[in-house]
C-alpha cells in the first residue's frame, strides 16, 4: 500500500489499555508502558511504511486511570484529550469520532485519517470518511479489530498490533503470528467405527466382537457428552455422529442461549435481526456480519435452533428463534434454561 502526505492520528487509548489487560492478562501497570510503546511503534509505522506524517496527533482517555501517561504523550508529540468515562464505561470513542468527522470536514490538506483502535463503535465514521473520499486506517490487536471494519476498509488499509513485540503487522503476515490453534479433542475409539450414515448397536456390537449391552454403554456416554445421537428404531438403536462445533460455532450457540435465556420468558422467541447487530457481533467481532450470518445458520442447519416468522401490530413479518433446549451440543456448549413465555 502506498500512501503519502499528512495524516491524522486519532488514538483511543482506553480502548488499547484495556486489550492489554482484558484480552491478554496484563496488569495495570504493564498495560500502561505497553500502550504507550504502542503508540510510539504505530507513529514509526506510519512514517515509514506508509509515507504518512501524523501533523495530528491525539489520544483519547479518561486520565484519572492513568495520570502520567499524559506527560509521556506529550514528549511524543500527542495531546492527551480527557474523556470523563460514565457510569464505569469509556466515552472516548464518542469524542475520537466527533474529532475524526471535524478533521474530516474542515482539514482538506489530510490525506489519511488513522485510528489506533479497532472498536466496532467506528463503523459509522469509517463509513462517512469513505463517502467523502478519505482514506482511513485502522490499528489494533487481532482479537479485538472488527470484521466489519476490517470488510469495509479492505485488507491494505487494517494493520494488527502483535501483542509480544509490540508492533503493526499486516494480513498477509497473519499466518506467521497466529496463535497456535488449540487442537481437536481426541475422539472415542467407537465413534470411529460409525459410519457417517450411521449404525445400529446390534451391528456394532458385531463389527467388534462385543456384547450390544457394552455397546449400548458406551453410547450412552457418548451421547451425554453430545458426540452422537441414539434412537429408537423399532427393536434397534440407530447411533449417529454428532460433529463437534468450531471455536466460532461455539461462541454463536452460547450468545443465542443467553439471548434466549433472557428474551423466551418474556416473549417467548428472540427476534433475529436485533441479535445478528447486538449480541452476536459482541460475541464474534472479528469477523464480519455475512460471515456471522452464515455461522448462526449452520446452527440452524444442525438443528441447534429453530427459526420462525412472526407478525408484529402492522401484520409486518419478522424472523425469531428459539434455542432447541434437549439438543446434545446444546447441553454441552449452552446453558439453557427451560422458559415460556409469561401469560
Known sequence: MTTQGFGALLIDYDNIY??????????RSDAQLKSVEIVGNTISHMTETLGV????RQAFADWGMNPDVPNELYTMGIRAVHVKGVRGKSSADIELSLRLQEVMLTREDINALVVLSGDRDYLPIAQRAQERGKQIIFYSF???????????????RYWYIDPESLKPFSERDFVEHREPKKKPRRLPSL???IPEEGATTAGLAKKLGLKEDDILRQVQKLAGDGLVTAEKV???TKVKHVAPLDDDQQKALQAAAEAHNEYVPKYGSVKLSGFLVVKLAKA???ISHLDRKKIFNSLV??????LQREKDARGDRFLVFTVVEG???VKQTAGVRRGRKKG
Open 284 to 286: 464474534l467481532p472479528e
Open 142 to 156: 487481532e482479537r479485538t479489530l472488527s470484521g466489519d471494519i476490517k470488510k469495509l476498509v479492505g485488507k491494505d
Open 234 to 236: 423399532g427393536r434397534w
Open 191 to 193: 465413534i470411529k467405527h
Open 301 to 306: 442447519e444442525r438443528g441447534l435452533v429453530q
Open 53 to 56: 506524517s501524523p501533523i495530528i
Open 327 to 329: 439438543h446434545p451440543l
Open 18 to 27: 484495556a486489550c492489554l489487560m482484558n484480552q491478554y492478562g496484563h496488569d
